[in-house]
């Protein structure tokens, strides 16, 4: 039951930034979005050889391996896997910054899986679903919650329909893009063991990268305010689809303020036990 939440993002200013032109799209029908990621809203399309220019890059969710994002002339982002560029590397400035300069990170020791009582608790609220099928606001699915990127789901190399096994798979090859963005969004001064961080993944993979970046919850934890506090008050919040409070998930913020306040003695973020 993934749900997508609808917000604005916030236009990084960029100066004197030198564009980089000229690259190809190599892919069919690239959506360009409204921040970088795929939780973001589609600004357009880009169709296989058409060119672009590059403004500056970023860094995201990884995309077959590729964390780069791209911000084109047009103001919105594609990932860097779908643009030619011949190198995983920058070709110009990164967004925010000057030309050529590296991708910053909060962390890099942070723990990009969850832990089983994090997998459980996301199965469990997802629901296991054998075949490509509309969740219950329409978005295309399969397995534990992973929303299709390509018609009928093409992206992902298990074979339909899914066994419980195979979309357990699936769901662990999901859940990094969720952390590595969670992890982008915290400063090193938050100190997460790993129910609490387990919680928190399951909340940015039901409502978006996009939107954990922009939330008090996260605002709150970066400020320094004690996490228990923070997480009991601020989950039950994201309860709302549709302009409506929905009991489901009521239910899963309930679970999640109580796996985060499951005590551990393994630290997840900043650094990996």
């Given at each position: 039951m993934k749900l997508t939440y609808f917000f604005i993002g916030t236009l990084i200013a960029v100066t004197v930034m030198p564009h980089a032109s000229g690259y190809a799209i190599n892919s069919d029908v690239v959506s360009c979005r409204s921040g970088p990621g795929?939780?973001?809203?589609?600004v357009r399309t880009y169709k296989k050889g058409q060119n672009v220019s590059i403004t500056c890059q970023t860094t995201g969710?990884?995309?077959n391996g590729d964390s780069l994002w791209d911000k084109t002339s047009d103001g919105c982002y594609v990932a860097d896997y779908y643009?030619?560029?011949?190198?995983?590397?920058?070709?110009?400035?990164?967004?925010?910054?000057?030309?050529?300069?590296?991708?910053?990170?909060?962390?890099?020791?942070?723990?990009?899986?969850?832990?089983?009582?994090?997998l459980d608790l996301i199965s469990k609220w997802e629901g296991f679903v054998a075949s490509p099928a509309p969740d219950p606001i329409g978005l295309p699915t399969v397995g534990y919650g992973h929303l299709c990127q390509q018609?009928?789901?093409?992206?992902?190399?298990?074979?339909?329909?899914?066994?419980?096994?195979?979309?357990?798979?699936?769901?662990?090859?999901d859940i990094p893009k969720y952390s590595s963005?969670?992890?982008?969004?915290?400063?090193?001064r938050v100190k997460l063991n790993d129910n609490q961080w387990a919680a928190l993944v399951?909340?940015?993979?039901?409502?978006g990268c996009g939107n954990a970046q922009s939330s008090t919850l996260v605002k709150r934890l970066n400020d320094g305010e004690d996490p228990d506090t923070v997480a009991e008050q601020e989950l039950p919040k994201w309860r709302m689809a549709g302009g409506h409070v929905l009991q489901g998930l009521v239910n899963r913020r309930a679970d999640e303020v109580r796996l985060f306040k499951t005590a551990s003695?393994?630290?997840?973020y900043p650094s990996c036990q």
């Open positions: 795929t939780t973001y809203g589609i969710p990884s995309v643009v030619s560029t011949g190198t995983g590397n920058y070709v110009t400035g990164k967004c925010g910054g000057g030309e050529g300069s590296p991708p910053s990170s909060n962390s890099s020791g942070y723990c990009k899986a969850v832990n089983q009582a994090g018609k009928n789901c093409a992206e992902v190399k298990y074979k339909f329909p899914l066994t419980k096994a195979t979309a357990q798979q699936l769901l662990n090859d963005c969670l992890a982008s969004y915290l400063n090193s399951s909340w940015v993979f039901n409502n003695s393994k630290q997840a």
